[in-house]
């Protein structure tokens, strides 16, 4: 079936440093992309989204950008900070209701 | 409320008993999702309440979980006859709108272990 995927299953960084995290998706059909944070034993936390007829979006210190051409997406975090550290999900909707989530990557922040 | 809530936060049952799992959504939302999230994985979608519209079942898994949302608002999602590869976190969404555009806001989860 359709997946969205994540090349990278933990990624650690230094305190101060540029994270990137990469995400693959397959529906060329989806239209809404939306990049979530989830802190152990929380629910997961909306922290940006994009849409199809845009190839960037810029919020505080995140940044996600969008190919479309090879169905890429990726969650960019500037000056990286130890509260980052969480698992990091993609996910796409083609269609009305449902979400499709990646597996996740944890992001470590080394102090 | 603040955000969306869920009851219990931990439930422990015994293989083959019933359970039931409790959503309270931001208030004014109009659509609910239930996702099931296993260790170290993503988040698996299992149903979508819209408004007053027939919910969208095509995640669960088996004819043993059902969903029910009352009046618009509380949402109950019950398992039965539960397995051991039941055993996950189960989490809660609501939106204010309907198209599947709007944020979903999640719950903390209820943590489902099935012994």
């Known amino acids: 079936g359709e997946n969205v995927g994540l090349h990278l299953p933990t990624l650690s960084v230094q305190e101060g440093d540029n994270s990137i995290i990469n995400c693959a998706y397959s529906?060329?059909?989806?239209?809404?992309f939306i990049w979530y944070k989830q802190e152990s034993g929380k629910g997961p936390q909306f922290i940006i989204d994009?849409?199809?007829?845009?190839d960037k979006r810029q919020g505080q210190r995140v940044t996600v950008l969008l190919n479309k051409t090879v169905k890429h997406l990726s969650l960019q975090i500037a000056a990286t900070q130890p509260g980052d550290s969480a698992v990091y999900f993609c996910a796409e909707t083609p269609f009305t209701g449902k979400l499709i989530f990646g597996q996740g990557t944890t992001l470590q922040v080394k102090p | 409320g603040a955000g969306v809530s869920q009851s219990p936060s931990n439930k422990v049952t015994e293989k083959g008993k019933d359970v039931e799992l409790r959503c309270d959504p931001i208030?004014?939302?109009?659509?609910l999702y239930w996702y099931r999230q296993s260790l170290g994985q993503g988040l698996e979608f299992l149903i979508y309440?819209?408004?007053?519209?027939?919910?969208?079942k095509s995640g669960l898994p088996s004819d043993r979980f059902s969903a029910e949302r009352t009046g618009g608002s509380v949402s109950t999602l019950t398992i039965q006859r539960t397995q051991q590869e039941d055993s996950a976190v189960y989490l809660c969404?609501?939106?204010?709108?309907?198209?599947?555009?709007?944020?979903?806001?999640f719950g903390p989860g209820t943590r489902l272990t099935v012994l």
């Open positions: 208030s004014g939302h109009t659509a």
């Open positions: 969404a609501s939106s204010s709108t309907s198209g599947g555009r709007d944020t979903q806001y």
């Open positions: 994009i849409r199809s007829n845009m």
């Open positions: 529906n060329s059909a989806s239209d809404y």
């Open positions: 309440f819209q408004g007053n519209s027939a919910p969208d």
